[in-house]
């Protein structure tokens, strides 16, 4: 799966929670002020549907876009470039950094309750030891 820009990836937000949409619907849905021109997200719209992230229905010479692909789906990809561009394939050097450098205690502790249940639910029985 091709790594999306961040212009790409903001319209793809939008498509994901819109679900399907014109192109005015993206823009409309878009934070920015000014609204980017409609001629700007048409184009970044038809580079996605190229890329095979967007699909269309048309309707005469207006078209209808939706996302042929899954936020979950690109979350995963993009998980996975990350962990061997920065991370050596390494989830546990993934970790490392979040429980270092951006994790809050109290979502240390959440991580620690997660961890622990995942390991009491792999367990038979429940047995914690």
Do not use: C
């Not at 920015?32 to 038809?46: E, W």
């Not at 995963?76 to 950094?97: C, E, G, H, I, W």
């Amino acid at each position: 799966m091709e790594e999306l820009t961040k212009t790409e990836e903001r319209i793809m937000q939008a498509l994901w929670k819109l679900k399907k949409a014109f192109i005015k619907d993206v823009i409309d849905h878009l934070p920015d002020d000014p609204k980017p021109p409609y001629n700007t997200i048409s184009s970044v719209v038809r580079i996605l549907e190229r890329k095979g992230y967007v699909g269309f229905k048309a309707y005469g010479k207006t078209y209808e876009y939706f996302p042929l692909i899954s936020k979950m789906e690109y979350r995963a990809s993009s998980l996975k470039r990350m962990l061997a561009q920065y991370f050596d394939n390494s989830p546990t050097a993934l970790v490392s950094f979040m429980v270092e450098e951006t994790l809050s205690q109290r979502e240390k502790q959440q991580l620690l309750d997660l961890l622990h249940d995942s390991e009491n639910i792999s367990k038979p029985d429940g047995d914690a030891h």
